[in-house]
């Protein structure tokens, strides 16, 4: 079954039907969901998602732009939720220069700091990275040594994705890899191994063709696996398949 490897159900654009929805989830063939903190508000949610669906799964951390929010008072906080074996991954980690809503040497500071913390707590991370390939490449050169986990959303070159998957990085694929102007990443889905892609949607962000610009679900991610399979020309099954175990290995389950 279809595994979303980075939804985000707590967000308030689910608060009216999340129940209904989740509760579809089985009959429309995704098998399991990991709900990746983005803010501090996030965290008390993803507890209570994971604690009530049995296939659900959790990442606490702080996403870039939240970054100003994080102190050591709430840093101590994550640490002692990510001891919750339910609670699969640190992230989403990294860094923004697109939306810039922090100081640059912020957003290094806590994304290190949640890199080291990935690795006292032996847990894989989820790396969020937007118009910052150099100092993303950097930091992770320096600190994540070791460290294991997915490139979220991934919207660099094609040597980057190489660069990472030598790292035993797994790279996103999401709804934008079926826009019609998303070349460059149709390439790398053509170039890379299936081994190293995890299906993810980025909920409620990012819907695929034919539903973009509504609110996505992980129901959708049944168009990003035919993309991939075209683009690759291979069946669906198998992508789903492979894509599933890939998301399995990552997150050690
Ligand atoms: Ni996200």
Known sequence: MIFDTHAHYDDNQFEEDCETLLN????????????????IASWAKIEE??????????????HPDEIGELDEVQFQRMREL??????????????????????HDLQKKWFIRQLNLAKELNKPVIIHSRDAAADT???????????????????????????????????GIGGVVTFKNSKKLKEIVREIPLESLVL??????LAPVPNRGKRNSSLNLVYVAEE???????????VVEQTEKNAKKLYRL
């Open 24 to 39: 579809s989830m089985a009959d429309g063939g995704i098998g399991t969901i990991v709900d990746v903190g983005s803010s």
């Open 49 to 62: 998602l994971v604690k009530r669906y049995p296939f659900m799964y959790g990442a606490i951390g702080v």
């Open 82 to 103: 990510l001891k919750n074996e339910k609670m699969v991954a640190v992230g989403e980690i990294g860094l923004d220069y697109y939306w810039d809503k922090e100081e």
């Open 137 to 171: 490449l950097d930091i992770m050169k320096e600190h994540a040594r070791g460290l294991s986990g997915v490139i979220h959303c991934f919207s660099y070159s094609a040597e980057l994705a190489r660069e990472y998957i030598k790292m035993g990085f797994y790279l």
């Open 200 to 205: 993810e949607t980025d909920s409620p962000y």
């Open 228 to 238: 991939i399979a075209g683009l690759k020309g291979i069946s669906y099954d198998e």
